[in-house]
């Protein structure tokens, strides 16, 4: 199975703020990677396919890049609605696997 | 509007079995991979099982292979998850999700949740 490492598994920032998150997959997986955000109590979100891609609707201070191994995540300029968990999803190879989320306070 | 909606969820004890279902509208159901993903309570997503439009293609996670079947109903716009031999380690909320993309011996291609249902609870317990 892949093992997606993501880190830091929780991060505090302020408004404004530039905020990355990283996500490592044990092996190549090209660019078959997606990030997500889950708001508490509610169901994920998809907000960027294919490691770069910004989910249609989603505010542009969201960003991914990378591909392989190393996978980035940015939010460019933290808003309060930011606040959730994110986590990255690879599925390149089955099983499909997760990352094991960031969370995120502000 | 784009809608998944689950049911079926509940209290159940160990070894006994639940059957999930997952409504789909606003879309046409039959084209798109659907899929189920769980979360355990307080713990991170865990994808459980795929399947391709016209049930071509069927995957499970091994943590549930075995015990749980996926199915749908195209005319009806359903998703389905028959679970058996439940287990206390099952407990969690159980989201279907929309895939546009496919999966096909052994690696998927383009496979992101793109719509997910608001859950259901499952909870295994005596």
């Known amino acids: 199975d892949i093992q997606m490492t993501q880190s830091p598994s929780s991060l505090s920032a302020s408004v404004g703020d530039r905020v990355t998150i990283t996500c490592q997959a044990s092996?190549?997986?090209?660019?078959?990677l997606n990030w997500y955000q889950q708001k508490p109590g509610r169901a994920p979100k998809l907000l960027i396919y294919d490691a770069s891609n910004l989910e249609t609707g989603v505010p542009s201070r969201f960003s991914g890049s990378g591909s392989g191994t190393d996978f980035t995540f940015t939010i460019s300029t933290l808003q309060p609605e930011d606040i959730a968990t994110y986590y990255c999803h690879q599925y390149d190879n089955l099983p499909i696997t997760f990352g094991q989320g960031t969370r995120l306070e502000i | 509007e784009v809608q998944l909606v689950e049911s079926g969820g509940g209290l159940v004890k160990p070894g006994g079995s639940l059957r999930l279902s997952c409504a789909a509208s606003g879309f046409t159901f039959r084209s798109y991979t659907m899929n189920w993903v769980r979360q355990a309570p307080g713990k991170g997503l865990e994808w459980v099982s795929s399947i391709s439009s016209s049930s071509t293609n069927i995957y499970y996670s091994d943590s549930v292979k075995g015990r749980f079947t996926i199915s749908r109903d195209d005319a009806k716009n359903s998703l389905f998850l028959q679970m058996n031999s439940l287990r206390a380690e099952d407990t969690a909320t159980y989201y279907c999700?929309?895939?546009?993309?496919?999966?096909?011996?052994?690696?998927?291609?383009?496979?992101?949740?793109?719509?997910w249902g608001q859950g259901t609870m499952v909870t295994v317990s005596s």
């Open positions: 999700a929309r895939a546009e993309g496919y999966c096909s011996g052994g690696s998927c291609y383009k496979l992101a949740f793109d719509v």
């Open positions: 092996q190549d997986i090209r660019n078959s």
